[in-house]
């Protein structure tokens, strides 16, 4: 049996962040052998990881990654605010959105690819998790391309260079001068982190979205009696008041609202002696659609004294 000395265990502890007592544990349980060791405590990482795995991850940011004429955001969560501000954890991210611009919006191959420390970006997290002690998820990712112009990236509520709580990605296609169609686009990407818009144009709303729509304001309707006829129209002029406020290029801009976002672009076309065309919009808020857990901080203490 190998002697387990102090520089032993420190060496073990720089080279995995594992606590001294943890370390001294997996150099007894591997005879001394530093790899092996390491590899014990990757294995003990991911099995305490695999704990904390069913606990509501909802916090956290979204990186920011560009490269050319692509763009991507992703979503790293983790269970409070607090691990957002944990510089280890924003390295992470920030490493994470630079290679979703590689991934083409999809998540598993980004979970696949290798950060600059030839781990995976899952390994990454998993190891991180082990570390800090809180669940964290590679939730999505969504990315934009043009083959000429600009996608435009902006972070609201930014942490950190290229970390914010909401992502918004702008395509414009143009050959217009990429520095002011870059300007336009960070202002468009203003405008849909503080609107949500529902989609890029009418077309593009889902179905669906707009037959409830449809079906709810016909109720209302004709709650006041009036013909089917006249209900029609009532429906109708609703149904533009919707799309006014829920589409993207027919809503007011929030910086000039005496015009809406197509004809701003319209404008700056002129101005720019060029066309510019929206291809498409990514708006990503850190944790929406995720179910938070509420704590009862009560019940939660009577039942660990109740196991005791």
């Not at 001394?32 to 991911?46: F, P, Q, S, V």
């Not at 600059?116 to 390994?123: L, W």
């Not at 889902?206 to 029609?232: C, F, H, M, T």
């Not at 027919?250 to 609202?257: A, L, Y």
């Amino acid at each position: 049996m190998a002697m387990i000395t102090a520089a032993l265990v420190k060496e073990l502890r720089d080279k995995t962040s594992a606590g001294m007592m943890d370390c001294k544990k997996a150099l007894t349980a591997t005879d001394g052998n530093i790899e092996d060791a390491a590899d014990w405590l990757r294995k003990k990482g991911i099995a305490k990881a695999s704990k904390k795995s069913g606990r509501v991850a909802s916090e956290g940011l979204i990186g920011l990654g560009q490269d050319g004429t692509t763009s991507a955001l992703v979503e790293v969560n983790s269970e409070t605010d607090f691990v957002a501000l944990n510089e280890e954890f924003q390295r992470m991210v920030r490493e994470i959105g630079a290679l979703s611009v590689g991934a083409d919006s999809d998540v598993e191959a980004l979970a696949a690819m290798n950060t600059s420390a030839g781990k995976t970006v899952a390994t990454t997290i998993t190891d991180l998790i082990s570390k800090i002690g809180e669940n964290m998820n590679l939730r999505r990712t969504a990315s934009l391309s043009v083959d000429k112009g600009v996608v435009a990236g902006y972070l609201h509520n930014s942490v950190a260079d290229n970390l914010g709580k909401i992502g918004v990605l702008i395509a414009l296609e143009s050959d217009g001068d990429a520095e002011s169609l870059t300007a336009l686009g960070r202002k468009l990407a203003m405008h849909v982190a503080a609107t949500a818009p529902l989609s890029l144009s009418v077309d593009d709303m889902d179905a669906a979205v707009v037959q409830k729509e449809r079906d709810v304001l016909s109720e209302q309707a004709r709650a006041s009696g009036k013909p089917e006829n006249i209900i029609e129209n009532m429906v109708d002029g609703r149904m533009q008041k919707f799309f006014k406020e829920s589409v993207l290029l027919n809503q007011m801009f929030v910086m000039d609202p005496d015009r809406n976002v197509a004809k701003v672009i319209e404008d700056e076309a002129k101005s720019l002696g060029a066309a510019i065309k929206m291809t498409a919009f990514v708006r990503m808020q850190l944790g929406e659609g995720i179910e938070k857990k509420v704590e009862d901080f009560a019940a939660e203490v009577a039942a660990t004294l109740g196991d005791a």
